[in-house]
């Protein structure tokens, strides 16, 4: 059954936006770090580890973050902050992988590999290493204005050089690694990773001027949209602008997009550490869009913002699932959407009105396209074909299904005017790897419960 509703998802045409990056990934070892330390002087990056940085401005701040997170074996990320730097880190490192990055991105390539009709993918910033990382598939397209006229190219064919680029080099450290500080010798005592994200001024998060006459014709020519990247919108630019005017940009396009067609937008939520900004977001977007994807940290987040604390900190503390319901049923309500979406490591969620046109089932199917797809994509790496979904529908749903079932009724009798539907998730044991599940998992679902919509004549 599930394999069929995909199926039916992939004769639908899906427009993405608004962050890629590129992931940049380094597997570290002790000579890399050696010659880093011998670089700088031991006595400058202890020096430097003391005073901490928050965020990296020069290459000696790198170093002394990254040997702090190799000495503690904890994974961290650190902001770049010089754009600068870019030649810095491409001069003194072989990069073992570079792959997409970004929700837009990941989620435009999940798409584009799985055959769906029409994957419209836009990002206001597109280099030729960016596009580069693209697949190239005839079903994915970059819409351009050309001669005053909406045109579609593939993202090869659509770069402009001059384009800022967001990197996130990402350095992958294992146990055991050592390594000499002066005259101590360092041994890392854990595996992880340490994150350098580019937090740069020139990315933003907006529609180009000549583009945004056409967004109302793009959303004719789809059938549902995704929408992320708002967590990369600051508060102020040293240009005048703030997070107000972009907010007010991105709530007109979304206008736009449903200017001729009703078109359904998922929104895709992702953390955001600054309270102030995640409310803006948050009063801004969520009523505007039908659907929102999120996970149970994110919740919290949101219901902070809301002005529930009490049941914020419960989430953060106890994690129950009959929290999580009330939580998501104050979200659905006070943000006026037609569904709601909760991915975590054990179970996924669907929280809708009751007069939603899909019947529990259904929404319960939906959900186990996405978890088969997310494990699908934790087993190979990545998804490459639609038959690659067999693999996810191998792996079995966690151990901690039955459990999680049965949490879950005892939340569920207080939700008569609610369809609240759960599904363990397929978990896989040893995974290839994590990078963008909780994408893969929303994409699924959500193109699966526009198929559903469609069927029912709905959509």
């Known amino acids: 059954m599930n394999a069929r509703l995909l199926d039916e998802a992939r004769d639908l045409s899906i427009y993405t936006a608004y962050n890629t990056n590129v992931d940049a990934i380094v597997y570290l070892n002790g000579g890399i770090v050696q010659r880093l330390v011998d670089e700088f002087g031991a ?9 901490y940085p928050r965020e990296i401005d020069e290459p000696l701040d790198f170093v002394a973050r990254l040997v702090h997170a190799l000495k503690t074996g904890k994974p961290m990320a650190v902001p770049l902050v010089n754009e600068n730097l870019h030649t810095w880190f491409d001069d003194h490192f072989d990069y073992d992988v570079e792959r997409m990055g970004g929700q837009a991105g990941i989620i435009a390539n999940l798409l584009a ?12 910033h597109l280099t030729g290493r960016q596009a580069g990382l693209f697949l190239d ?14 045109a579609f190219r593939h993202p090869r064919e659509a770069y402009r050089e001059n384009d800022p680029i967001k990197v996130n080099r990402i350095f992958e450290f294992r146990a055991g690694m050592t390594f000499k500080l002066g005259s101590e010798t360092i041994t890392v005592p854990f595996s992880g990773r340490f994150i350098v994200s580019s937090r740069f001024e020139s990315i933003r998060i907006y529609t180009e001027p000549a583009l945004r006459p056409f967004l109302p014709e793009i959303g004719e020519e789809v059938d549902g949209a995704i929408l992320s990247g708002y967590q990369g919108i600051k508060l102020r630019y040293s240009d005048g ?17 449903k200017r ?14 600054n309270r102030a900004l995640r409310k803006k977001v948050i009063y801004n977007l ?6 929102v994807g999120m996970d149970e940290s994110e919740i919290a987040y949101v219901l902070n913002a809301l002005g529930y604390p009490k049941l914020s900190e419960r989430i953060f503390t106890y994690n129950r699932i009959e929290d999580s319901v009330l939580g998501g049923k104050i979200i659905l309500d006070e943000m006026n959407l037609e569904i709601l979406q909760i991915h975590t490591i054990y179970y996924l969620m669907y929280i809708t009105l009751k007069d939603n046109p899909l019947t529990e089932e259904e929404l319960r199917k939906s959900l186990e396209v996405g978890t088969t797809l997310a494990a699908a994509r934790a087993s190979l790496g990545e998804v490459k074909s639609p038959q690659d979904y067999r693999v996810g529908m191998n792996v079995p749903f966690n151990e901690r299904g039955e459990y999680v079932k049965l949490r879950f009724e005892e939340a569920k009798r207080r939700t008569r005017e609610y369809k609240v539907v759960i ?17 893969t998992i929303s994409a ?15 959509l």
């Open 260 to 273: 001729r067609k009703d078109v359904k937008v998922h929104l895709e939520f992702a953390s955001i550490q």
């Open 286 to 291: 969520f009523p505007m869009v039908d659907s």
């Open 113 to 124: 590999s799985l055959d769906f009709k029409r994957v419209i993918v836009y990002t206001p």
């Open 423 to 439: 599904t363990p998730t397929r978990l896989v044991k040893k995974p290839v790897s994590t990078v963008g599940l909780g994408d």
């Open 241 to 257: 602008k703030d997070a107000n005017h972009y907010l007010k940009m991105a709530k007109e396009d979304i206008m736009l997009l």
């Open 444 to 458: 699924g679902a959500f193109t699966s419960y526009l198929a559903l919509l469609r069927e029912r004549g709905a």
């Open 137 to 150: 598939r005839p079903n994915l397209l970059f819409p351009v204005v050309d001669g005053g006229r909406l």
């Open 43 to 51: 006595d400058a990056v202890k020096k430097r580890i003391d005073e």
